[in-house]
């Protein structure tokens, strides 16, 4: 493709962009075709010869966009957000073109230094304190996985690095029964296996019980085993419930154990004040890490890592074969030692744009409206009998369920999951399930770029109108 086509075609798909962001609301949240249909329209080996970019752009909208779950719909109440934003679309467009990789400082002096001022910015709108050295990773299953690997490594003395897991003594791992199953896939991929890792159970609040998490490492102490690890949540997955960082971190000191902070969606809430209360105790952490592709306006992937030893993070992860060394060795970052991957991409100009686009003010108000509207969300539920909470509402996560006095206890979960796929064949808003105390909820949550709190109207006015038609 020569220069002028390229401009040509850039400038029909940057409006084509702009009417998307405009009008996905027109679009069903969750794409409704069937498994297959896609597939049967794409054909079965690549072209010999090269196509019209006209023709595959046509192809792309009447074939492709049918099966698109369109995450920036701002009736998109599923999972946890990954929202996304006009700045944060720019920037994504630039580090395209130059097809950056930033492996190392020399590959791009630009995103690495970039990257450490950035997160040094999120540093301190998270308030997480002094002493916290921070890198983008692609998502927060690895910046667990580097967090358990960082923990293998310093109670092993380094020994699995060189030896394999044979020079280890049996390690073993703790988190709560609510937290995310990244946990159990990094204790999987870091070969110590799912019998390393200890589900501990949690309190009426849905948080971990510091007390049987204590009990249960004294235990393993007692039976000739090696706590290397403990993976604290914030905003659990299901219920969006807090780990009590404080008490933890404690028990973590008393018995040199690794501790790190699984902050995935809740981490962002902490650039207000007002929600600070769940990092006391952030002084006692070793790895804490948060997505704001998540709920910071930020296109996914852009998972926020931080740990205080950013040495011990290298000691783990560093390598230096001949070919990545550079004549600036040793006197600055090179990121490729700190992340799984070798290469990087530029992810930092997004979140440098985000930022300086919204100001830390004005994402903090998206974030409050955001709140308040889950808030009243939960208001609605509440006052209405046939409908109750199922979990104490946290910050954008609502879990509740339709539950009208005639239904017999029996039907409930049966009658929600009916309600639940209802709901999303219909098209006009995306919620997804969730089992609270074992039985079925329906889980709701606030946080799209594009939401506004008629959209939260619409949306209950939605669920009551189905649930009717039940
Ligand atoms: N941790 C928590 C608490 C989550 O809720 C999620 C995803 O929702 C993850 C980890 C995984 O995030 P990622 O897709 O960035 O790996």
Redesign the pocket.
């Known amino acids: 493709m020569n220069p002028e086509d390229f401009r040509r075609h850039a400038h029909a798909f940057v409006d084509w962009m702009a009417d998307y962001m405009d009008n996905v609301q027109d679009y069903p949240v969750r794409s409704q075709i069937k498994p297959g249909e896609i597939a049967s329209k794409l054909t079965a080996s690549a072209p010999e010869v090269g196509e019209e970019m006209a023709l595959i752009f046509e192809d792309f909208k009447r074939d492709i966009l049918p099966g698109m779950t369109h995450w920036q719909h701002p009736n998109f109440h599923a999972?946890?957000p990954g929202n996304s934003s006009p700045p944060s679309v720019l920037a994504e467009m630039l580090t395209a073109s130059m097809g950056a990789q930033c492996m190392v400082w020399e590959t791009s002096p630009a995103a690495t230094e970039m990257e450490t001022r950035v997160m040094d910015w999120l540093r301190k709108m998270l308030a997480l304190g002094e002493g916290f050295q921070g890198v983008i990773q692609d998502?927060?299953?690895?910046a667990?996985l580097v967090a358990i690997l960082m923990a293998r490594e310093k109670v092993s003395g380094w020994a699995a690095n060189l030896g394999g897991l044979k020079e280890c003594p049996p390690l073993t791992f703790y988190t709560s029964i609510e937290a995310?199953s990244?946990v159990l896939k990094a204790v999987k991929v870091a070969g110590l296996g799912e019998s390393s890792l200890r589900l501990i159970g949690a309190d009426d609040q849905f948080a971990i019980r510091a007390d049987l998490l204590e009990e249960t490492i004294e235990h393993d102490i007692a039976d000739g085993y090696c706590p290397a690890g403990v993976i604290a949540?914030l905003?659990?997955?299901g219920v969006g419930a807090n780990d009590p960082v404080r008490a933890i971190g404690e028990i973590c000191k008393a018995h040199d154990i690794f501790f790190h902070v699984?902050a995935?969606?809740a981490g962002s809430a902490l650039i207000l004040p007002e929600h600070r209360d769940m990092i006391d105790g952030i002084e006692l952490v070793d790895s804490f890490s948060f997505?704001p592709?998540?709920w910071l306006m930020t296109n996914f992937d852009c998972?926020a890592h931080f740990v205080r030893s950013a040495d011990d993070l290298v000691r783990t992860l560093g390598i230096l074969p001949e070919y990545l060394k550079t004549v600036n060795q040793g006197q600055v970052i090179d990121y490729r030692d700190w992340s799984v991957p070798l290469g990087r991409r530029f992810r930092a100009l997004k979140l440098w744009f985000v930022i300086r686009s919204y100001g830390v003010e004005g994402l903090q108000a998206i974030l409050r409206d955001h709140i308040a509207w889950a808030d009243e969300l939960a208001g609605w539920i509440e006052a209405d009998p046939e409908f109750e909470m199922m979990a104490p509402k946290r910050l954008g996560l609502v879990n509740f369920r339709y539950r009208p006095q005639e239904l017999a206890e029996a039907e409930v979960d049966q009658v929600n999951e009916t309600l639940l796929n209802r709901i999303n064949d219909d098209g006009r808003i995306y919620l997804t399930r969730n089992k609270v105390g074992g039985r079925f909820a329906i889980r709701f949550s606030v946080g799209q770029t594009r939401t506004t709190e008629a959209h939260i109207e619409s949306a209950w006015a939605v669920i009551k109108e189905i649930a009717q038609g039940l």
């Open positions: 999972y946890f998502s927060a299953s690895s667990t995310h990244s949540t905003g659990t997955t699984d995935a969606w997505n592709h998540k998972a």
